[in-house]
């Protein structure tokens, strides 16, 4: 039988052999980290071309905005210019006021004027005050409004605007007031001025509303109109009366709606009955009324 010769020889063989003592096992070594130095990084690429441009660019600019010598010397010049240029118009003999031209007095006293206007002779024209010299002369009774300018190299010139007078009021001392047209008395004459119509109207018994009426009736009327009043009276705001030089009174009313009035008017005083009548009432100028 072969199974038991092999059985035999593996015997013999396990028997021969020496058994080895088994090692000890050693514990693993833990590694101990060493500190290195510290390594700093690498520079990107082209980081440094950047950076050099940068620097570049930047003393570029401090070189552009840094003032020069040129630059402070063209500051000099500049400011040297201006002071030279003020001290010509503020301080200089050359620009002083030598003549003062006065336009548009007419009613208005010219020695009031000249004394507003003295204290401006020998002052620099640049300095002159035209708004104060302005509302001074605006202050008297018949300046309306005062416009002053210069005239370059020493002439002040002072335009005065008077108000105008629209209409005269006969004058309890005699004469009449012309007035402008808000009512204002401007000045006293003897007489109405020609184109100025008289207005008869007592201010102190109908106040200067009424007054005010017969002033704006005035300026409303056409020419047509006008050459047919020789005057005006009004004891009330709403109580204006026409006197014709030929023909009847005419009742206006109030100072509204002129132009209709005026229309009817002169197509009532085309029939010869109204003409020859008293009184026309236009008023009303839609429901006109005449008084044989």
Same mark, same amino acid.
């Given at each position: 039988m072969t199974g038991a010769p092999q059985r035999r020889r593996a015997a013999r063989a396990t028997d021969a052999a020496p058994v080895r003592p088994a090692r000890p096992v050693r514990p693993a070594r833990t590694a101990t980290p060493t500190a290195r130095p510290a390594v700093p990084p690498l520079p990107r690429a082209g980081s440094g071309a950047r950076a050099r441009v940068a620097d570049l660019a930047g003393a570029r600019r401090a070189r552009r905005w840094r003032p020069g010598r040129r630059s402070a010397l063209a500051l000099g010049a500049v400011l040297l210019v201006l002071v030279a240029a003020g001290w010509v118009?503020?301080?200089?003999?050359?620009?002083?006021?030598?003549?003062?031209? #006065?336009?548009?007095?007419? $009613?208005?006293?010219?020695?009031?004027?000249? $004394?507003?206007?003295?204290?401006?002779?020998g002052t620099p024209l640049a300095r002159v005050d035209a708004r104060s010299l302005s509302?001074?002369?605006?202050?008297?009774?018949?300046?309306? +409004?005062?416009?002053?300018?210069?005239?370059?190299?020493?002439?002040?010139?002072?335009?005065?605007?008077?108000?105008?007078?629209? !209409?005269?009021?006969? +004058? #309890?001392? =005699?004469?009449?007031?012309?007035?402008?047209?808000? =009512?204002?008395?401007?000045?006293?004459?003897?007489?109405?001025?020609?184109?100025?119509? #008289?207005?008869?109207?007592?201010?102190?018994?109908?106040?200067?509303? !009424?007054?005010?009426?017969?002033?704006?009736?005035?300026?409303?009327?056409?020419?047509?109109? $006008?050459?047919e009043v020789a005057s005006i009276s009004a004891t009330g705001p709403d109580?204006?009366?026409?006197?014709?030089?030929?023909?009847?009174?005419?009742?206006?009313?109030?100072?509204? $709606?002129?132009?209709?009035?005026?229309?009817?008017?002169?197509r009532m005083l085309a029939d010869p009955t109204v003409a020859a009548a008293r009184s026309v009432d236009v008023s009303a100028p839609d429901a006109p009324a005449v008084t044989p």
């Amino acid at each position: 039988m072969t199974g038991a010769p092999q059985r035999r020889r593996a015997a013999r063989a396990t028997d021969a052999a020496p058994v080895r003592p088994a090692r000890p096992v050693r514990p693993a070594r833990t590694a101990t980290p060493t500190a290195r130095p510290a390594v700093p990084p690498l520079p990107r690429a082209g980081s440094g071309a950047r950076a050099r441009v940068a620097d570049l660019a930047g003393a570029r600019r401090a070189r552009r905005w840094r003032p020069g010598r040129r630059s402070a010397l063209a500051l000099g010049a500049v400011l040297l210019v201006l002071v030279a240029a003020g001290w010509v118009l503020l301080a200089s003999p050359w620009l002083r006021v030598e003549q003062v031209r #006065t336009t548009g007095v007419e $009613r208005t006293d010219p020695a009031a004027v000249q $004394r507003i206007l003295a204290g401006v002779d020998g002052t620099p024209l640049a300095r002159v005050d035209a708004r104060s010299l302005s509302r001074r002369l605006a202050a008297l009774p018949l300046v309306q +409004s005062v416009d002053v300018s210069r005239s370059w190299p020493s002439t002040l010139v002072v335009a005065v605007h008077e108000r105008q007078a629209v !209409a005269a009021v006969p +004058s #309890t001392a =005699g004469g009449v007031d012309l007035v402008d047209g808000d =009512g204002n008395v401007l000045v006293h004459a003897d007489a109405a001025p020609a184109g100025v119509p #008289t207005l008869d109207v007592d201010v102190a018994k109908a106040g200067s509303a !009424a007054l005010q009426a017969a002033i704006a009736v005035n300026a409303s009327l056409g020419d047509q109109v $006008r050459s047919e009043v020789a005057s005006i009276s009004a004891t009330g705001p709403d109580a204006v009366t026409l006197r014709l030089a030929k023909g009847p009174t005419v009742v206006w009313g109030d100072a509204s $709606r002129p132009e209709r009035k005026a229309e009817v008017l002169l197509r009532m005083l085309a029939d010869p009955t109204v003409a020859a009548a008293r009184s026309v009432d236009v008023s009303a100028p839609d429901a006109p009324a005449v008084t044989p």
